[in-house]
Every structure is written in C-alpha cells, then in structure tokens.
Nanobody, 125 residues
Framework: QVALVESEGGSVQAGGSLRLSCSAS??????MGWFRQAPGKEREGVAT???????QYADSVKGRFTISRDNDKHIVYLQMDSLKPDDTAMYYC?????????????????????WGQGTQVTVSS
C-alpha cells in the first residue's frame, strides 16, 4: 500500500511559479506521476518520473514544468514555471510499481493504482 499526500497548491498570476510536492509513505519504490483535471475536462497526465529518473512530459508543459524526486525523503516534486491560466486545475500525485508499460502508459491515469487527494492550482491572467 502507498499513501500519497500533496502539498498545498496556490494561486499565482500568469508568468509566475509554483512548486508542488508529494510525500509517499509505504512502498515508495514507485514510478510517480502528476496529473491535473480542470472543471469539465478529463484528467490529463502532466509529468512522470521513473525510479531511475527517466521523465516524460505532456507537450503542453514541456520546457515549463520539471518533475524530480528525492528517493531518500520519498518526495516527488513538480516545479511549475511560466504558468498560464490554462494550467489552472486540480493537481494529483499518482504512484505505481514500475513496469515496461511505463514508457508507453506513464502519462495515462489508468497506469496508476495509487492517488493523492489533489491540490488546487489557480493561475490568473
């Protein structure tokens, strides 16, 4: 079992930055992902990181967001820079034991078994 707890999100103006963190308890030897869901939209994968720190990003955030992890502290981070109003959403942390499917499905919500409760990020124009 894995329990995930996201840090508090926040509200920023467009162009600003936020860093989210997700603390994992239990078996933390997992691939970790960040997802987001805006009102009326489907949940979408934002970024994912494997145990050996391979990463994948959604095209919409490439060059602006950075996912990283601290395996000693069992924390995964999402650094979000150059934020846009379209980034406004509830952000969720997710975890799943590694499999080769990660390379194909790492940004798909169905890959992940464990989820945090979500944290709100609001970007104003």
């Amino acid at each position: 079992q894995v329990a995930l707890v996201e840090s508090e999100g926040g509200s920023v103006q467009a162009g600003g930055s936020l860093r989210l963190s997700c603390s994992a308890s239990g078996d933390s030897r997992m691939c970790m992902g960040w997802f987001r869901q805006a009102p009326g939209k489907e949940r979408e994968g934002v970024a994912t990181i494997s145990l050996v720190e391979n990463t994948q990003y959604a095209d919409s955030v490439k060059g602006r967001f950075t996912i990283s992890r601290d395996n000693d502290k069992h924390i995964v981070y999402l650094q979000m820079d150059s934020l846009k109003p379209d980034d406004t959403a509830m952000y969720y942390c997710a975890a799943q034991a590694y499999s080769d499917n990660w390379f194909v499905r790492g940004l798909r919500s169905e890959y992940y078994a464990y989820w945090g409760q979500g944290t709100q990020v609001t970007v104003s124009s």
